[in-house]
């Protein structure tokens, strides 16, 4: 044991540990990195997965559906990392798929990551692949760490 009257750094709350933690805190966002969009029709996973992203530092855009999302990508263009549920009523995630193929505009510099708990119920049309824009899939039930791989990785 240390001399009673001196402070060791093997306390959780020591001045050094806190100081380091708070610098930490402060660091930037990185200014390149994609901000996320989410097309999920399920209430809690949508919610689940915009507050884990936005915990993990990622600006967020939540949709509830296919019209939402095509609404975003019309509306506001950009360099989105796309999480997109395939099954969904309406406009489905294979019908964005398709709609991104077919314009330059939708598709821009957007990446996708297909999140389903079915997988590919249907095969993924040859336009789709040939523009090169679908970089994973994440099948449903998955681990938040699976996620977060994934959105540093193409972020």
């Known amino acids: 044991m240390g001399d009673p009257g001196t402070e060791t750094s ?46 993990e530092g990622f600006e967020v855009t939540a949709t509830r559906n296919g019209s939402e999302a095509l609404a975003v990508l019309e509306e506001k263009p950009g360099r989105y990392l796309f999480l997109l549920d395939l099954m969904m009523p309406g406009i489905n995630g294979y019908d964005i798929l398709e709609r991104m193929a077919a314009s330059d505009a939708l598709s821009a510099e957007n990446s996708v990551v297909i999140v389903s708990a079915t997988g590919y119920i249907r095969l993924i049309s040859p336009a789709v692949l040939e523009k090169q824009f679908v970089k994973a899939m994440l099948k449903k039930p998955f681990e938040l760490d699976e996620l977060f791989d994934l959105l540093h990785r193409f972020s």
């Open 10 to 55: 093997k306390h959780p709350q020591s001045p050094a540990i806190q100081s380091s933690v708070d610098q930490v805190a402060e660091i930037p966002l990185r200014e390149n990195r994609r901000p996320i969009l989410i097309c999920e029709d399920d209430d809690e996973i949508r919610e689940l997965l915009v507050d884990a992203i936005q915990e």
